[in-house]
Nanobody, 125 residues
Framework: QVQLVESGGGLVQAGGSLRLSCAASGRTFSNYGMGWFRQAPGKEREFIAT????????YYADSVKGRFTISRDNAKNTSYLQMNSLKPEDTAVYYCAARITSPFAAMNWGAYDYWGQGTQVTVSS
């Protein structure tokens, strides 16, 4: 079992920044890939970013490329999503996810085994 707890969401003005954290527990964090997704009201869950076990490989959705940065600190069992130049269309519930069956990154939500409870990010115009 893996427990994931997101934090760092909130209300921010357009152009501002937030850093989300995802604290993991239950299994060796450095053994598995991590991802971030988001879901806005009335929309499907959307892939945002993913990172491999070592942090050596990352991949982003086009909608956030150049604005968001995914990272991880295996010593702290935590993944981060730094979000800069936020836009109103970034408003959503943000989820982190762990794929304990593989150390690699993945864009498909079905590749992930565990999910956090989500944290709300609201960007005002």
């Amino acid at each position: 079992q893996v427990q994931l707890v997101e934090s760092g969401g909130g209300l921010v003005q357009a152009g501002g920044s937030l850093r989300l954290s995802c604290a993991a527990s239950g299994r060796t964090f450095s053994n598995y890939g991590m991802g971030w997704f988001r879901q806005a009201p009335g929309k499907e869950r959307e892939f945002i970013a993913t990172i491999s076990w070592s942090g050596g490989y990352t991949y982003y959705a086009d909608s956030v490329k150049g604005r968001f940065t995914i990272s991880r600190d295996n010593a702290k069992n935590t993944s981060y999503l730094q979000m800069n130049s936020l836009k109103p269309e970034d408003t959503a519930v943000y989820y982190c996810a762990a794929r304990i069956t593989s150390p690699f990154a993945a864009m498909n939500w079905g590749a992930y085994d565990y999910w956090g409870q989500g944290t709300q990010v609201t960007v005002s115009s």
